[in-house]
């Protein structure tokens, strides 16, 4: 065989590998899992605070919001959608669980029948005119985050409310255990994790809601009711905006009506960089508590580095662009 004639026939098959690879499900596990070691790596040689337990404990913390949003807006996200509206309902639903708890209920009943109210305005709101009106995501999610927002500004008078004297959402949002280095919120958030994580792994469900993000036409011909299929994961990011929300008072001490702006942001960025199509289908859970961490590890790396919260909104708009251009990049290496 010719020199030239063995290039051609190689060429065409390193071509293949290189694609196989820029697709292969564990390509942004890699890249991401490697960006973060060095990121680690730095932070380790540069600041000798970055590893103390009382460092690590305040990460883990804030960390678990956007953990517990994330593994959640995953399932919504491998349906080809995107809920725009869990900042708003966190905060509403911090708004409503203080009402309740400061007008009588304990916090037990205060927790559930908070959880109740925001899961049913996700699934029946949300859930419903997507799933099964067949409406737009990004219009439906805006549209009553903007409700949602208002509604939670309306009724506390656009004032926090003290909850420092709440212990349920103290140990949910504050509390540490083990010689106080491992916050409560963080084990709750790597559980829904876990859970969410089998559920689509292991479950007639979990292959439902990938069904449906892949080709909704062909999940309907083979039987898989796919309008209840995608109200049903915003009733499930609905309880876990609530959840989030009660974390938040616990952290802050007060629920905040302004709670959760932004936060939209953080965890679709974390969604996208874990590998999560855009277009639905494709993704893990495991993808998106990954980017979680490297987008909180990244945040306090930055503040250590004495740079301010106005420089992280910069840095994450710039990771979600990035995010999204890599999803495409993806999607035209398969398709080529």
Not at 151 to 174: E, H, P, R, V
Not at 295 to 319: D, E, F, K, R, Y
């Amino acid at each position: 065989m010719s020199i030239e004639t063995h290039a051609a026939v190689a060429a065409p098959a390193r071509e293949g590998r290189a694609r196989g690879w820029a697709t292969s499900p564990v390509a942004p596990y890699v890249g991401l899992a490697t960006v973060l070691v060095v990121l680690v790596a730095f932070q380790l040689a540069t600041e000798p605070t970055f590893s103390s337990w009382s460092n690590l404990t305040n990460l883990m913390r804030s960390m678990a919001v956007p953990l517990l949003l994330a593994a959640a807006g995953t399932l919504v996200l491998l349906t080809a959608g995107v809920d725009l509206s869990i900042g708003a309902l966190l905060g509403l639903s911090g708004i409503f669980y203080a009402k309740l708890a400061t007008g009588g209920f304990s916090p037990l009943p205060a927790l559930l029948l908070t959880l109740l109210a925001g899961g049913a305005i996700a699934f029946f709101v949300n859930g419903y005119l997507i799933g099964r009106v067949g409406m737009s995501f990004f219009v439906v999610t805006l549209g009553t985050g903007s409700i949602l927002r208002g509604a939670a500004y309306l009724w506390s008078d656009n004032t926090a409310i003290d909850m420092s004297q709440n212990d349920l959402a103290a140990t949910l949002g504050n509390t540490a255990i083990l010689g106080d280095k491992i916050p409560v919120g963080i084990l709750v958030a790597v559980g829904v994790a876990v859970l969410l994580w089998a559920i689509l792994r292991y479950t007639v469900y979990g292959r439902s809601i990938y069904a449906v993000g892949g080709n909704r036409e062909a999940a309907e011909l083979s039987g898989v009711p796919s309008g209840w299929v995608i109200a049903s994961v915003y009733g499930i990011v609905g309880l876990c905006a609530v959840l989030a929300g009660i974390m938040m008072i616990g952290r802050q001490t007060i629920a905040d009506p302004n709670a959760g702006v932004g936060i939209e942001l953080t965890v679709a960025s974390a969604i996208l960089l874990g590998g999560v199509a855009l277009q639905g289908g494709v993704g893990s859970i495991w993808g998106a508590v990954l980017g979680t961490v490297f987008l909180s590890v990244l945040a306090n790396a930055l503040a250590l580095h004495g740079l301010s919260s106005n420089w992280q909104l910069v840095v994450t708009g710039v990771i979600l662009l990035l995010a999204v251009y890599l999803d495409r990049l993806r999607q035209r290496i398969g398709d080529g």
